[in-house]
């Protein structure tokens, strides 16, 4: 039988609020959605993580300690991902929500097993909670989850339409990379993902791409192998 496509699609919080900031735009959400369904009718493995910055950035608060701060920015994805799964299901898909750790029947407890049970049952599927410890960052939870899963590569849909040598809000000159290696993105530190999330992709040879979030149907193209932006591969 043939292997079906499988991603895992970044969002981040704020892009989720719209021009609002903070909490949730519901009409932005329903347009990720409607894009994430094309894919997920066509046959492709859908899987999604959400970043909490839209509730909580508790790293620029030294009033807070570090591991709480972690813990509460782990609540603020798992509330994304209800709601998110919430609106997705709203227009018609099955979802399911895992987390590391257990958040009463609201959740359910990730297991790769059952995780993959979802995607062969056609459901779009969520990873709340990061690692389901402090000091590890969104960036590291997605090239977690995507390793284990087994995906094909990992897609982080951002503000920018893909990875550049500089910033092109500053500089008009800055120039984008069609293809880079994640070797290259460290050493150049461009910041793309985190160190460790860096290293953990490089390791288990898994692909990115990066593309603009405000593209039309980006995120529909970008799932079935059509990306504008920047794809990174994991020499």
């Known amino acids: ?11 981040s919080g704020e892009a989720l609020a719209g021009e609002k900031k ?26 999604i993580v959400i970043g909490g910055g839209n509730f909580w950035r508790g790293r620029s608060s030294n009033a807070i300690d570090r591991t709480k701060a972690d813990q509460i920015g782990m609540l603020a994805t798992v509330m994304n991902c209800i709601y998110v799964s919430e609106i997705f299901r709203s227009l018609g898909m099955d979802t399911e929500v895992f987390t590391p750790f257990a958040v009463g029947a609201m959740t359910k407890l990730f297991s790769k097993d059952e995780a993959v049970k979802c995607l062969e049952q056609g459901k779009v599927v969520f990873f709340a ?17 995507a390793v284990e ?3 094909d590569t990992i897609l982080l849909a951002k503000a920018v339409d893909g990875i550049y040598d500089s910033d092109p809000k500053v500089n008009p000159k800055a120039r984008k990379f069609d293809r880079i290696s994640i070797q290259e993105v460290v050493e150049k530190q461009l910041a793309v993902i985190d160190l460790t999330a860096s290293i953990l992709c490089m390791e288990n040879h898994m692909p990115l791409a990066v593309f603009g979030l405000n593209e039309q149907d980006a995120i529909a193209h970008a799932m079935n192998g059509e990306i504008t932006g920047t794809i990174v591969t994991a020499e």
């Open 129 to 145: 909670g990061g690692t389901g410890h402090p000091y590890f960052s969104t960036d590291t939870g997605i090239a977690l989850r």
């Open 22 to 47: 903070t909490g949730f735009d519901e009409e932005t959400v329903k347009e990720v959605a409607r894009q994430v369904k094309i894919s997920a009718d066509s046959g492709v493995q859908v899987c």
């Open 149 to 151: 899963m087994e995906a």
């Open 1 to 11: 039988m043939e292997k079906k496509r499988r991603v895992l699609l970044k969002l």
